[in-house]
């Protein structure tokens, strides 16, 4: 193993051991998006944060290749959940800082399913009324 490579290995490892150091505990949410809505997510919350990618996918096919909608794993539920609501409006869950963007940005993972699909729930008075 040449210099170059024993030096990389030691700058890495001592990357990983300062960010261990600094508690990095992962995203942070906004605390009105820290629980879903109704109590409990479709799934248990490990279960979303590894495989949520996964479920979406799957539904999205189902949907368009098959018709099927309103299936457990709706990117519609998942807004109605996950929006956080500010002065009386939703706040987008693709925002800076809110639930979608919190993970995707700290993974620096592109998310591109709201070029297409909405970032706040579509009934506004049925959001603040379950706040």
């Keep these: 193993m040449g210099v170059r490579a024993v030096l990389l290995a030691l700058v890495l490892g ?4 300062m960010g261990a150091w600094a508690g990095d505990a992962g995203p942070s949410f906004p605390k009105a998006t820290s629980k879903a809505l109704g109590g409990s997510c479709v799934d ?20 368009l290749r098959q018709g099927i909608r309103g299936a457990k794993y709706s990117l519609k539920e998942c807004v109605s959940c996950h929006a956080q609501v500010k002065d009386g409006h939703a706040v987008p869950v693709n ?7 919190s993970c995707h940005e700290y993974a620096a993972v592109s998310i591109d399913c709201f070029s297409c699909h909405a970032t706040t729930p579509q009934h506004q008075q049925q959001v603040e009324a379950t706040r």
């Design 44 to 63: 248990d919350p490990a279960t979303m944060r590894r495989h949520h990618f996964d479920f979406l996918k799957h539904q999205r096919d189902d949907t």
């Design 14 to 17: 001592l990357f990983s051991v």
């Design 95 to 101: 925002a800076p800082g809110q639930f979608c963007a």
